[in-house]
T-cell receptor
């Protein structure tokens, strides 16, 4: 089956620093990657959609300068939380949609828990 | 009206029970229907995927889609404590050159030993 990994699985940082989260599709080429944010006991909130080689499309209310997304290859997308603040603390999950048999659905990574002190 | 409605629960059942989880949707253009399972502090895991009306079975899980009623269900037979998780329904359609996905809010299930 399709496997998506994320790194790191958890990170603690000081307020004002930047944090980069990697999302990789391990056994398929991801033409589209999605980034979600999830607060405790709440559903997924789509932040942005990125297609390989093009700029990400951000959902309304998501600051593109705050959450930088790069989808440089068919197997890697990164989310950088710039100048992180405590309110950015959350569970960030990526997912990927690929070519061929993986086209019609999303496969999720295990998530990254970010805590900003 | 939300595009996808899902009862958040929590739903508590005894071990061995048959569990029925449901979602309704409003957009008849949805083509693909999925169920994900999410354990606490983990990413969602794809359980079932279907694109046509009818039933699809995989082990203890059965996904049911009724496009005429805009209603999808996930049945879990012989439920186990390890099935305790949040179950998310999702659906998608291809529009304007891209896939659009909508997720339900998730139903929290607790299977009691």
């Amino acid at each position: 089956g399709a496997v998506v990994s994320q790194h790191p699985s958890w990170v603690i940082c000081k307020s004002g620093t930047s944090v980069k989260i990697e999302c990789r599709s391990l056994d398929f080429q991801a033409t589209t990657m999605f980034w979600y944010r999830q607060f405790p006991k709440q559903s997924l909130m789509l932040m942005a959609t990125s297609n390989e080689g093009s700029k990400a499309t951000y959902e309304q209310g998501v600051e593109k300068d705050k959450f930088l997304i790069n989808h440089a290859s068919l197997t890697l997308s990164t989310l950088t939380v710039t100048s992180a603040h405590p309110e950015d603390s959350s569970f960030y999950i990526c997912s990927a949609r690929g070519k061929g048999t993986y086209t019609d659905t999303q496969y999720f990574g295990p998530g990254t828990r970010l805590t900003v002190l | 009206q939300k595009e996808v409605e899902q009862d958040p629960g929590p739903l508590s059942v005894p071990e061995g029970a048959i569990v029925s989880l449901n979602c309704t949707y409003s957009n008849s253009a949805f083509q693909y229907f999925m169920w994900y399972r999410q354990y606490s502090r983990k990413g969602p895991e794809l359980l079932m995927y279907t694109y046509s009306s009818g039933n699809k079975e995989d082990g203890r899980f059965t996904a049911q889609v009724d496009k005429s009623s805009k209603y999808i269900s996930l049945f879990i037979r012989d439920s186990q404590p390890s099935d305790s998780a949040t179950y998310l329904c999702a659906m998608s359609l291809f529009t304007s050159g891209t896939y659009k996905y909508i997720f339900g809010t998730g139903t929290r299930l607790k299977v009691l030993a």
